[in-house]
C-alpha cells in the first residue's frame, strides 16, 4: 500500500495550504493515521495524528496552526495549515500512526517563502 498527499505548493509566510491523502483499502477508518514531514538532513517527524475515532494529536510546532481531520467515506486524511511559517518548509508525508507504516509515497512538498 502506497499513499499519496496531494496539495502542497509555494506560498508566503502567514499564508495556508490544505494537503490530502487518500489511503485505499477498506480498512481506512480502523487505522491511526498522521502527517510526518521531512527536511533535507533530517529525521522525518510527526506534524499531527488522528486516531481511528477521530481524536487529534499535534507536534508542539504547530500546536495552534495545523489541523488534522479524516473523512472514513472517502478514506481521506487531511491537513489544514494555517499560519505557515519558513520552518514549516518540508515535504509533508502521510502514513499509519502508532503501528507500522505503510510503503512512504513521494510525498508533497511545502514551501514558505516570500
Known amino acids: 500500500v502506497q499513499l499519496q498527499a496531494s496539495g502542497g505548493g509555494l506560498v508566503q509566510p502567514g499564508g495556508s495550504l490544505r494537503l490530502s491523502c487518500v489511503a485505499p483499502?477498506?480498512?481506512?477508518?480502523?487505522?491511526?493515521m498522521a502527517w510526518y514531514r521531512q527536511t533535507p538532513g533530517k529525521q522525518r517527524e510527526l506534524v499531527a495524528g488522528i486516531s481511528s475515532g477521530g481524536s487529534p494529536e499535534y507536534a508542539d510546532a504547530v500546536k495552534g496552526r495545523f489541523t488534522i481531520s479524516r473523512d472514513n467515506d472517502k478514506n481521506t486524511v487531511f491537513l489544514q495549515m494555517n499560519s505557515l511559517q519558513p520552518k514549516d518548509t518540508a515535504v509533508y508525508y502521510c502514513?499509519?500512526?502508532?503501528?507500522?507504516?505503510?510503503?512512504w509515497g513521494q510525498g508533497t512538498l511545502v514551501t514558505v517563502s516570500s
Open positions: 502514513n499509519r500512526w502508532l503501528s507500522s507504516p505503510y510503503q
Open positions: 483499502g477498506r480498512i481506512f477508518r480502523f487505522n491511526h
